[in-house]
Nanobody
Framework: QVQLVESGGGLVQAGGSLRLSCAASGSIFSINTIGWYRQAPGKQRELVAAISRGGRTNYADFVKGRFTISRDDSENRVYLQMNSLKPEDTAVYYC?????????????????WGQGTQVTVSS
């Protein structure tokens, strides 16, 4: 299993920056992809950014050029640097991880979620 704990959320003015951090523990070597989703009240949870084990990144269109995902393997952490924040970025941001394991000869993908951290961008 994988445990994920987010930190770094808070209140920031529009145009400001925040850096979110996600600490991973457990079976971290089984993680294929780790990244961030967000969910605003009344909205569906949506992908923000993800990074694969090989370092490939994937960003939602609405954050390209503003957010950067990175990974620090020595600390088992993934970061989301959020610049040029907009009020519409206000949401609970969740760290997630996708793992791939082989159990009894069968490959299995599992998803894990952190508790979330609130990001509020004021106008």
């Amino acid at each position: 299993q994988v445990q994920l704990v987010e930190s770094g959320g808070g209140l920031v003015q529009a145009g400001g920056s925040l850096r979110l951090s996600c600490a991973a523990s457990g079976s971290i070597f089984s993680i294929n992809t780790i990244g961030w989703y967000r969910q605003a009240p009344g909205k569906q949870r949506e992908l923000v950014a993800a990074i694969s084990r090989g370092g490939r990144t994937n960003y939602a269109d609405f954050v390209k050029g503003r957010f950067t995902i990175s990974r620090d393997d020595s600390e088992n952490r993934v970061y989301l640097q959020m610049n040029s924040l907009k009020p519409e970025d206000t949401a609970v941001y969740y760290c997630y991880a996708e793992t791939w394991t082989v159990v009894a000869g069968t490959g299995r993908e599992s998803d894990y979620w952190g508790q979330g951290t609130q990001v509020t961008v004021s106008s």
